[in-house]
């Protein structure tokens, strides 16, 4: 079958052919859900014309790669590595990555000599027991064997740094691109307000903690809240829910049955008869709402949902995007998407602002995006302030929203405890590394990023690290306390005698590191 591929979709190919050719063999490739990564890999596997390897971490995905391979190179033999197939001979093989870490499966695969290898789903890519598989089959850096990883999200939140993996991003399609090309719908973002706070839940891995998160989220006040909102804003749409366990998602499915709406709950442990089921239920239309925890995030798509209730905070960007993504497909007489999003009064999660989209929701209204958060901290200084200074002020703008970045040329940086700082670096070819130094020591987290890319992962880097960036922290405790002798004396010095005794230390220190002082304002 013949799929003529997007103009981006081109590119992209094109692109992993020219890094290849510049000796860049373990490459990154981030494409929005929807962006069609599966016919893009498919397509490469047809021009290789060599033994291929694909890799995934779930069935769903395995079995969605085998298809879309199977239809775009019908000349060549496609096999499984799972735990009941074992087709290792085959011209192109997808496994999950559980099999093949097996050590019978993984030394039947040695033996295959696979020149090209697909990661699916490659923000995985940095764990361990994927490193040891990639090892194992001896794709790096050194060899003339080609990896790429294709993702739509490529950064992760444990701080492993997917730049120990992949030496380049060779080609990005964000999800904004995708909708100003028509290739997926608009979301409409509407935040349901709620007394909740998160604050006290714990957090591991730069998230909330799952149990610690379900005791706030499943209640049965909370759970009345959601459903109130889906017959509020979105009773005629066909519906996906992601809750936080599958405690969760079962009393979701009921609450929404007890107010007389069509629902069922998918999840991990379900049987995989019953789970198809309720999968094609929903695609039928027979169930108007599913609810699921986990097993819907990646590999599954259903074109014509158009609502996706996010019943499950997050502080992980990677994890907002893929639940936002399940909903933006194209399908007929499908105009938009309805994203409606629980979270609290806690600063630190995630929301439609998260996608990066130009849009008129009501998220971003609020936010207010062409109003820089050093702005509003102008907005804060005491009226005492000299009026120079603070006009001064007002011109910064300051990167991000947690921690005080510095810029220094064209680097930008964090510091963190002792003699740790981490760096946004901008390199000749105009892409930019994230390098965390420790001492005479350094970990480089990412590579060959657009700034964009670069900061949202140097960004989750430090929220996944926040203990040792307290210096940083723009809400450390630190900050409140009155300004300190030596910031004082140091504003003295530079003539600044007005309202300064009134700001707080945190005040002064992000007046300090914003560069304005140097500036000679005074």
């Keep these: 079958m013949t799929i003529n591929l997007r103009d981006y979709q081109k590119d992209c190919l094109q692109s992993i052919h020219e890094n290849y050719e510049q000796g860049i063999n373990t490459q990154l490739i981030q494409m929005a859900t929807g962006a069609g990564k599966t016919v893009v890999f498919a397509h490469l596997i047809q021009e290789a014309k060599c033994r291929s390897l694909v890799i995934a971490h779930t069935l769903e995905l395995v079995y969605q790669a085998k298809n879309k391979i199977n239809m775009i190179c019908p000349n060549l033999e496609v096999g499984l590595v799972n735990a009941e197939i074992k087709e290792f001979h085959k011209t192109v093989v997808v496994s999950t990555i559980q099999s093949a870490r097996q050590p019978e499966n993984l030394k039947q695969l040695q033996a295959q000599g696979f020149q090209l290898l697909i990661y699916d789903e490659s923000h995985r890519a940095a764990s361990t027991s994927s490193r040891y598989v990639l090892d194992a089959l001896d794709f790096g850096k050194e060899t003339k064997r080609l990896l790429t990883g294709f993702t739509a999200t490529g950064y992760r939140n444990d701080g492993k740094g997917l730049g120990e993996v992949f030496q380049k991003v060779v080609f990005n399609k964000s999800i904004k691109d995708l909708i100003d090309l028509g290739y997926l719908c608009r979301p409409i973002g509407i935040k349901i ?27 049965p006040e909370m759970n009345d809240v959601v459903v109130d909102s889906f017959i509020e804003h979105a009773s005629d749409r066909k519906t996906v829910v992601f809750a936080v366990t ?20 998918v999840y991990g442990s379900m ?52 639940i936002c993504g399940r ?26 602002a998260s996608l990066e989209l130009d849009e008129d929701t009501e998220e ?25 200074l603070k006009a001064s002020i007002i011109q910064f703008d300051l990167l991000g929203d947690d921690f005080t970045w510095i810029k220094d ?19 000749k070819d105009g892409s930019h590394s994230v390098i965390f130094f420790k001492g005479n020591d350094y970990q480089t987290v990412a590579t060959g990023m657009s700034f964009d890319y670069a900061f949202s992962i140097a ?32 504003f003295k010095s530079y003539g600044f005698r007005a309202g300064i005794e009134d700001l707080s230390r945190g005040q002064a220190a992000l007046i300090i590191s914003s560069g304005v002082l140097n500036k000679k304002t005074g």
């Excluded at 079962?250 to 709406?261: D, Q, S, T, V």
């Excluded at 958060?373 to 009026?387: D, R, V």
Aim: aromatic content about 6%; hydrophobic content about 30%; glycine content about 6%.
């Design 271 to 322: 049987p995989q008869d019953e789970r198809k089921r309720a999968l094609d239920e929903f695609q039928s239309g027979k169930i108007q709402v599913l609810t699921n925890c986990q097993i819907l995030i990646e590999g599954w798509d259903c074109p014509d949902i158009s609502a996706v209730i996010v019943a499950r905070p997050t502080q992980s960007k990677g994890l907002y995007t893929q």
């Design 459 to 490: 960004d989750e880097f430090a929220k996944s690290n926040r203990q040792l960036f307290t210096i940083s922290d723009l809400d450390a405790p630190w900050r409140k306390l009155p300004i300190s002798n030596k910031q004082l004396g140091l």
């Design 327 to 352: 909903g933006l497909r194209l399908a007929p007489n499908k105009k938009d998407c309805i994203i409606l999003d629980f979270g609290s009064k806690s600063h630190s999660l995630c929301g439609l």
């Design 193 to 219: 307000k709620t007394d909740l706070d998160l604050e006290k839940v714990k957090t591991e891995n730069g998230d909330f903690c799952t149990e610690s998160l379900a005791t706030y989220m499943n209640t």
């Design 409 to 427: 040329g064209t680097t930008h940086y964090l510091k963190a405890s002792g003699d740790k700082v981490l760096k946004i670096f901008s390199c």
């Design 364 to 388: 971003i209204k609020q936010k207010e995006r062409n109003e820089s958060k050093l702005s509003e901290f102008a907005k804060s200084l005491p009226p005492s302030i000299n009026k120079k």
């Design 246 to 265: 599958v405690d969760h998602a079962k009393a979701l499915e009921n609450e929404f049955k007890r107010r007389g709406i069509d629902a069922k709950s």
